[in-house]
């Protein structure tokens, strides 16, 4: 037995370097762990927070086509639906670099958007646009539109829109 000590002890001598070496490796996994077990919880509270604070939608449906008033007039009658609104959305090109960009129309009570620079636009030639693009663009630029095929027209009145406001929108994850 004294002799398995010995070998121990001189096997130990040496190869301290890898001893150490496993040592913070397993301290690391073991720090990595514990922080992904606090991050879950932390992450879903403030998820849930979010989506109360902006008082996300639970269902989202589109479509290519505007939905018609007898379609509304049915949605409205399902009593499963407690709370129901209505937008648009189009896909258009700025006329400066031939960028996609996607127009939705302004939520009144469902998937509020947060302010986070700016002000509320007050008419149809002013526009909101996400918090992703505040490095390529700023409060008081003007974005020329055109229709994304030249056999379309434009399906919104103004072809200037100047930005007025950035925002996050509950919906589409924060851009960083």
Known sequence: ???????????????IGR??????LLTLGVFVL?????????MRQTAQSVYETSNLADAKVTS????SAETQAYLN???????????????ILLGSNSRA???ESLPD?????????????????????????????KIGDKLNLKAPKPTQSLAIRKTELTIVEFTTYPEYLKHK
């Open 1 to 15: 037995m004294k002799t398995i000590y010995k070998n121990i002890r001189r096997e130990f001598k040496q190869s």
């Open 19 to 24: 001893f150490f070496s496993l040592s913070a």
């Open 34 to 42: 514990i922080g992904l077990n606090v991050t879950g919880s932390n």
């Open 64 to 67: 290519t086509v505007p939905i």
């Open 77 to 91: 009658k399902l009593k499963e639906i407690q709370k129901i609104e209505y937008g648009h959305t189009i896909d």
């Open 101 to 103: 960009l996607r127009i």
């Open 109 to 137: 009570t469902l998937s509020k958007i947060t302010l986070t620079q700016g002000r509320k636009p007050h008419n149809t030639s002013e526009i909101v646009l996400s918090d992703g693009l505040k490095s390529t663009y």
